[in-house]
């Protein structure tokens, strides 16, 4: 999810040149932390027992820095509470949580040419930022043996969903590059695929993100999958000559139909006002429409599922190397996976089928936080009154994307549009 930053400093920061000049980091992969000691005693695959962890989690201090999205308020509403409220329960140490949501220190640290990990203990950050944090070898696989019995939600999540035998994980199923439509100005069933948006009904009617950044290519390539699947056009999703044909196809068909191209803000700002019938944003933001004060008393916003299913770019948790809290990192993990934090404490008991509101929250604070479904036994606990808000299973709609090919396109592709 993003922040507040710019759109200009987000290009600036994730679709930069790829090319890292010298390497990035020459700090060891090995953590320099006070659990070290214990690790040297028995080893380093060997896993951490409860006790360790609880003295390993009291002498770094009892606290973990994460950097992460807002989730609508409740990384600071809520999330620290609950952290320390998790830890005291399961390990007997309260631990501190210090949630940071601003990107600025990723630039930071990246252009002093330093190790991420000397000031993050957990880096969350969407699909497409991976490959860098690769190329800046800032992480180190989050599942080391010696924290198997610390991550004890680890087998709760599906395959699809850990990345690169564990170097990072994926905690939101529902999250892509989808769409939503006014239902008192468009028919919902007018729309079976990114395709009908080049019916000559919505000139005009349609908002999305910019064709020059990362956002608007992502609602292309689900466009360009969906031309594809349907034989309009041939070749890799990922290959310059289907690009260029797709660009073609959708400079001639949908950019006449495109009211404007906009950002978050000016987006909600159309789509309440009724300015916008049909609106191409990502999946939690649909479901914040959907949860707006102004929609619960009158709903209009309907999300529409694409057949030939929508691009992804979901958060995905990692972990660097020369934390300083390595353990209590994991820890943080296991919490973040776990069913109370992916379900925002609001989900049915899978013992009695009661349904519980355990933090608290209104239905627009679920709606914009919850975006999990990453464990089949969870997607069936969603509160009945969710239950529309979600399809049945993410990842049957879920289109995967070459994110090292598209950061490495960003630009390529913008220019290639405009010569169309």
């Known amino acids: 999810m993003e922040t507040s930053i710019t759109r200009l400093t987000r290009r600036a920061l994730l679709h930069r040149s790829l090319a890292i000049?010298?390497?990035?980091?020459?700090?060891?992969?090995?953590?320099?932390?006070?659990?070290?000691?214990i690790a040297a005693a028995q080893g380093d695959d060997t896993p951490l027992t409860k006790e360790q962890v609880i003295e390993a989690l009291k002498a770094e201090g009892a606290t973990v820095t994460l950097k992460s999205w807002g989730f609508g308020g409740l990384?600071?509403?809520?999330?620290?509470?609950?952290?320390?409220?998790?830890?005291?329960?399961?390990?007997?140490?309260?631990?501190?949580?210090?949630?940071?949501?601003?990107?600025?220190?990723?630039?930071q640290y990246e252009q002093a040419n330093k190790p991420i990990g000397e000031a993050l203990d957990v880096l969350d950050k969407e699909e497409d930022f991976f490959p860098r944090l690769k190329l800046l070898e800032w992480i180190e696989p989050i599942n080391l043996p010696q924290y198997k019995e610390i991550?004890?939600?680890?087998?709760?999540?599906?395959?699809?969903?850990?990345?690169?035998?564990?170097?990072?994980v994926i905690y939101q199923g529902f999250e892509w590059l989808g769409m939503c439509v006014r239902k008192d100005q468009?028919?919902?069933?007018?729309?079976?695929?990114w395709t009908d948006l080049a019916k000559p009904e919505f000139k005009g009617k349609i908002i999305s993100y910019p064709m020059d950044e990362y956002r608007g290519q992502l609602i292309f390539t689900g466009i360009l999958n969906s031309l594809i699947k349907q034989g309009t056009i041939t070749g890799d999703l990922f290959a310059e000559e289907t690009w260029i044909e797709g660009l073609k196809w959708y400079?001639?068909?949908?950019?006449?139909?495109?009211?404007?191209?906009?950002?978050?803000?000016?987006?909600?700002?159309?789509?309440?006002?009724?300015?916008?019938?049909?609106?191409?944003?990502w999946g939690s933001y649909v479901r914040e429409l959907q949860g707006a004060d102004w929609n619960l008393r009158d709903p209009v916003i309907v999300p529409i599922y694409p057949a030939s299913g929508?691009?992804?770019?979901?958060?995905?948790?990692?972990?660097?190397?020369?934390?300083?809290?390595?353990?209590?990192?994991?820890?943080?993990?296991?919490w973040m996976l776990s069913r109370d934090f992916l379900m925002v404490g609001w989900y049915k008991d899978p013992e009695t089928g009661e349904e519980k509101n355990r933090w608290d929250l209104d239905q627009r604070q679920f709606l914009v936080a919850y975006a999990g479904g990453i464990n089949a036994e969870d997607r069936t606990l969603v509160p009945d009154w969710a239950k529309p808000y979600y399809p049945e299973d993410p990842s049957s709609m879920s289109v995967a994307v070459d994110q090292p090919w598209l950061a490495s396109h960003i630009e390529w592709a913008w220019e290639q549009y405009q010569q169309l």
């Not at 969903?161 to 990072?168: Q, S, T």
């Not at 468009?186 to 695929?193: A, F, L, N, R």
């Open 21 to 37: 000049s010298g390497g990035a980091a020459a700090a060891s992969l090995v953590p320099a932390a006070p659990w070290a000691r």
């Open 310 to 334: 929508m691009a992804t770019d979901r958060e995905t948790i990692t972990t660097p190397h020369s934390s300083k809290h390595p353990v209590a990192a994991r820890v943080a993990v296991n």
């Open 251 to 281: 400079k001639a068909n949908i950019a006449p139909n495109i009211l404007k191209f906009i950002d978050n803000d000016e987006m909600r700002t159309m789509a309440q006002s009724g300015q916008a019938s049909v609106i191409l944003t």
């Open 75 to 107: 990384n600071t509403d809520q999330f620290p509470q609950r952290f320390r409220e998790y830890t005291e329960q399961t390990y007997g140490v309260p631990v501190e949580l210090v949630w940071d949501a601003d990107d600025a220190i990723l630039a």
């Open 151 to 168: 991550l004890t939600n680890w087998d709760r999540v599906e395959p699809a969903y850990i990345v690169e035998d564990g170097l990072g």
């Open 186 to 193: 468009v028919d919902p069933e007018s729309i079976k695929d």
